[in-house]
């Protein structure tokens, strides 16, 4: 069983509860009102930061091969869809790494123009930084008004190490787990809230205007069923996150080939339980408010 099924088999509570919310079945019926997505869309731009910084920390921590191995021609194809025998795991991963930071680039931006489209407000509160509150003085969101979810997920990016062991052969993995897991996660919960739409307010056949009048009546004029579920949802984004659990299971595939899975005992380790911790930070960045009684259960394991 290759490593990222594996972690799929483990915490099967933690992780269905990680990819369905009351939030979810509600942007399915076009029930999630406009400040409620906004505060939730808020928090995610925000998300994205941590996950730039977070991407340059996974990125130093890269072995990158000094010679030039002789391959195979690649076709045309990008490294980080050739296997290990073709290309190093470390290079592949690179090519995934450049790939997410113009994707989630483009994905900010297009938070910030479908809401402003929709009259949907993307900011949380801010205060100056400095105690002047000069006009040139940045503003910034406090830690009190960003959701627990982009709280954990902050920690977590901040805390890859870029000084790991000289002795840990697979350096790369638990940091690479972090991204995985939460771009699977995100997949996940919005396929799942994509299968929730009535065919009616969904159909690829009708037209642009049929399909417009089926979500004029969204409390968000349509934003989610209409723009944000398709793209959190589509084939292409399914590719680009099957292709970092590629990445990882031909990762440690190889280490256990080459060193015996006792080896690498504590980078699976660690890697399991920053799995865990991302599940956790999942669940945390749904919005209480649309549950009932205004608070998540979170299962233990």
């Not at 959190?232 to 590719?239: G, I, L, M």
């Amino acid at each position: 069983m290759n490593f990222t099924t594996h972690l799929l088999t483990t915490t099967q509570p933690l992780y269905l509860s990680s990819t369905t919310s009351a939030f979810l079945a509600a942007a399915a019926r076009g029930q999630v009102p406009k400040p409620i997505l906004g505060r939730w869309l808020a928090n995610d731009r925000l998300y994205i930061h941590a996950y730039i910084k977070g991407a340059s920390r996974l990125l130093a921590l890269l072995d990158l091969p000094d010679v030039v191995a002789t391959a195979p021609e690649a076709g045309g194809q990008d490294a980080s869809e050739l296997d290990a025998g073709s290309v190093p795991v470390t290079e592949r991963l690179l090519a995934w790494l450049i790939k997410a930071l113009v994707n989630v680039r483009r994905e900010e931006k297009f938070f910030i123009d479908v809401a402003s489209r929709f009259g949907v407000d993307v900011n949380l509160p801010t205060a100056h930084t400095s105690e002047s509150g000069s006009a040139g003085s940045d503003r910034r969101v406090s830690s009190e008004d960003k959701n627990a979810g982009l709280r954990a997920f902050e920690r977590l990016f901040s805390a890859i190490d870029i000084t790991p062991s000289q002795s840990a052969l697979l350096p790369w993995l638990a940091p690479a787990v972090l991204f995985w897991a939460t771009e699977k996660c995100y997949l996940e919960a919005w396929s799942g809230a994509k299968a929730m739409i009535p065919s009616s307010a969904y159909d690829t056949s009708t037209s642009a205007s049929d399909a417009d009048r089926a979500t004029n009546t969204d409390l968000d004029g349509g934003a989610l069923r209409t723009e944000f579920i398709p793209n959190w949802s589509s084939p292409e984004f399914r590719a680009f996150v099957d292709q970092l659990a590629a990445i990882i299971d031909d990762g440690v595939n190889e280490a256990i080939r080459q060193h015996g899975e006792a080896a690498i005992k504590p980078e699976l380790e660690r890697a399991s339980a920053t799995w865990r911790e991302v599940l956790l930070a999942e669940n945390n960045f749904w919005p209480e408010e649309m549950e009932e009684g205004g608070s998540r259960e979170v299962p233990s394991d």
